[in-house]
Nanobody
Framework: QVQLVESGGGLVQAGGSLRLSCAAS????????MGWSRQAPGKQRESVAG???????NYADSVKGRFTISRDNAKNTVYLQMNSLKPEDTFVYYC??????????????WGQGTQVTVSS
């Protein structure tokens, strides 16, 4: 199995910054895509940002220019730098990783989530 452990969430004032981290561990042969999604209670989870093993990135329109996703392949870790935070960025943030186990079967794993709260 693959475990994803997120950290870096918390409470911040509007206009502030937070950096989320997510480290993957387990029987990992290769991680292809990694990303971040967010979800409010009772709402559907939405994709925020994604990054491939080669470094190609994509962002939701709502966070473009404010959030930056990056990864350290050697550490199997993905980051989300969040700047100019707004109250509407208040969600539980989840990281996701897709790749291959050592036996070359695929995995698609999620972290437990970390709360981000932005006060006005």
């Amino acid at each position: 199995q693959v475990q994803l452990v997120e950290s870096g969430g918390g409470l911040v004032q509007a206009g502030g910054s937070l950096r989320l981290s997510c480290a993957a561990s387990g029987s990992i042969f290769r991680i292809n895509a990694m990303g971040w999604s967010r979800q409010a209670p009772g709402k559907q989870r939405e994709s925020v940002a994604g990054i491939t093993s080669g470094g190609s990135t994509n962002y939701a329109d709502s966070v473009k220019g404010r959030f930056t996703i990056s990864r350290d392949n050697a550490k199997n870790t993905v980051y989300l730098q969040m700047n100019s935070l707004k109250p509407e960025d208040t969600f539980v943030y989840y990281c996701n990783a897709q790749g291959l186990y050592w036996d070359l079967t695929r995995f698609d794993s999620w972290g437990q989530g970390t709360q981000v709260t932005v006060s006005s």
